[in-house]
């Protein structure tokens, strides 16, 4: 028996014990050829996830956490004086901005509001009015407020702008579905941990190999963080240029194995409960939320601090943590919030469990909402 603990951060998130016992395998050398079958394997499977077609996507692994992708996909995707435009509505999609500075890349950074999705008249007019932009790139799920960017419309204004889509998906993929057939994305991302719900240290991109293949001759501006030199190595090996996360590797084969079990359409349903659970238990204490309903990504929810002298995030945090639950400081720039999120292997009844221990709490430290003065 492992001690289960309801994560409610924003990944990595609660395992199942069957993915944490995964990692406990006799010593292997990754060099070795059952080693590849299993990261042949994990490729393939990964395009099922996004729907790619196998003839026209590929999967690239790196060992890293989920920034790493990022760093590659705009490190390695870039022709020759042609410039990325970030659409920058969150946290993360600023950390995609600051990737561009530390390699000096040439890039628009177009920051518009963290409560709404990309404002799209902005961003016609200005893929329009440059037209050396030769990357889009957006955050799908904005995990720092929760909120969902139209990815299908956005990539579809970059193809006709003649421009390539990256999609950061991390937060999205294998919990909302995805579909790289229909969904206008070039290439979309993922860290092992999320969605997929697996354990930390092993990342993938999923994208076009003819864009992958072309790209062998942009210029180069990272060595390990290579996009062509990893997918070109997996391609002759079967295996990563360095030394993978063997045993994350394994945790990663059994935790795919399990979301198809689950089945995309189910597990979508699962978080789905899950969010509306939290949304509702925040409603029901008398706290309120930081983004409207209408652009909510049903994953995570941004919950304001309640105003009341007695509140403190930080003993919150520490009451529910010897508890067993997990909250989150917010990533909103000016806003006091926290967040909760629906990602991992949890359920109702621990929705239920955290929002009797959240009660308590908030009896324990005097915290009065707006309930409590009606
Ligand atoms: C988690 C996450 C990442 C990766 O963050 P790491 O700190 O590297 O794990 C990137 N983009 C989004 C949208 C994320 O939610």
């Known amino acids: 028996m ?36 299993l990261m042949a394997g994990i490729r393939r499977d990964l395009l099922r996830v996004a729907h790619a077609d196998a003839d026209k996507y590929t999967s690239v692994l790196f060992c890293g956490s989920g920034t790493i992708n990022i760093d590659v996909c705009l490190n390695s995707l870039l022709p020759e004086g042609k410039k990325a435009l970030i659409l920058d509505n969150g946290a993360y999609s600023a950390r995609a901005a600051e990737v561009c500075r530390y390699y000096h890349l040439p890039h628009i950074d177009l920051k518009m509001s963290v409560y709404e999705p990309v404002d799209m008249e902005l961003y016609r007019r200005t893929i329009e009015e440059n037209t050396d932009i030769a990357i889009v790139y957006v955050t ?17 204004i970059a193809h006709e702008n003649g421009a390539i889509m990256v999609a950061d998906t991390t937060s999205s993929l294998g919990m909302i579905p995805l579909d790289l057939r229909t969904d206008n994305v070039d290439f979309c991302m993922a860290s092992a941990q999320k969605g997929l719900m697996a354990m930390t240290g092993l990342s993938f991109i999923i994208g076009r190999k003819d864009i992958i293949e072309a790209s062998k001759d942009y210029p180069t501006r990272s060595y390990y963080c290579n996009l062509w030199l990893q997918y070109d190595y997996f391609e002759r090996t079967g295996e990563m240029h360095f030394t993978p996360p063997v045993q994350t590797a394994y945790a990663l084969r059994q935790a795919i194995d399990e979301y198809f079990s689950e089945g995309e359409q189910e597990k979508f349903a699962r978080h789905r409960r899950v969010f509306e659970a939290i949304s509702e238990g925040v409603a029901n204490l008398g706290l309120k939320e930081a983004v409207k309903p209408e652009f909510r990504s049903g994953l995570v929810v941004s919950v304001r601090y309640p105003d009341c002298q007695e509140w403190d995030f930080g003993k919150v945090h520490d009451y529910l943590y010897e508890r067993g639950f997990t909250i989150y400081p917010g990533k909103i720039d000016g806003a006091d919030t926290f967040r909760l999120c629906a990602l991992g292997a949890i359920d109702m009844p621990d929705i239920e469990a955290f929002f009797r221990t959240l009660k308590e709490a908030f009896i324990h430290f005097g915290i009065k909402t707006v309930n409590d003065e009606a």
């Open 2 to 37: 492992i001690k289960r603990n309801i994560l409610l951060n924003p990944g990595p998130a609660t395992t199942t014990d069957t993915v944490k016992m995964a990692q406990v395998v006799p010593d292997i050398c990754p060099r070795e050829r059952e080693f590849a079958d």
């Open 140 to 156: 799908h799920h904005e995990t720092g407020t929760g909120i969902l960017n139209p990815i299908r419309e956005i990539g579809r």
